[in-house]
């Protein structure tokens, strides 16, 4: 069965960082693509940033690159966001989610096209 666990969300001031991981069972992560999607309240889920499975690019919204960093944690079965100089606008529910396939080849995948597999999420708030 496959499952998504987000982790890490929480708590943050302007200009600090936190690390999300999406942890993954029923499969092995590192051969799919995983998506990162946020949500702000009333507004549609947008990709964040995209790993493919094996090598290849990775993806990144415009609002975020340079500042956010997606990884593997292969041991953990696991990608990882690390969030970097975050801003009051990054305040969002972060979601992660895969649909079993190779590479990113929706990015940005508008409202979550395509994913067939969405965890629970994990709420960011950046504030002071």
């Known amino acids: 069965q496959v499952q998504l666990v987000e982790s890490g969300g929480g708590l943050m001031q302007p200009g600090g960082s936190l690390r999300l991981t999406c942890a993954g069972s029923g499969f092995t992560l590192e051969d799919y693509a995983i998506v990162w999607f946020r949500q702000f309240p009333g507004k549609e889920r947008e990709g964040v940033s995209c790993i493919p499975g094996g090598d290849g690019n990775t993806f990144y919204a415009d609002s975020v690159r340079g500042r956010f960093t997606i990884s593997r944690d292969i041991a953990k079965n696991a990608v990882l966001l690390q969030m970097d100089s975050l801003k009051p606008e990054d305040t969002a529910t972060y979601y992660c989610?895969?649909?079993?396939?190779?590479?990113?080849?929706?990015?940005?995948?508008?409202?979550?096209?395509?994913?067939?597999?969405w965890g629970e999420g994990t709420l960011v708030t950046v504030s002071s």
């Open positions: 989610a895969t649909s079993l396939t190779d590479y990113c080849s929706g990015w940005p995948y508008p409202q979550g096209y395509d994913m067939d597999y």
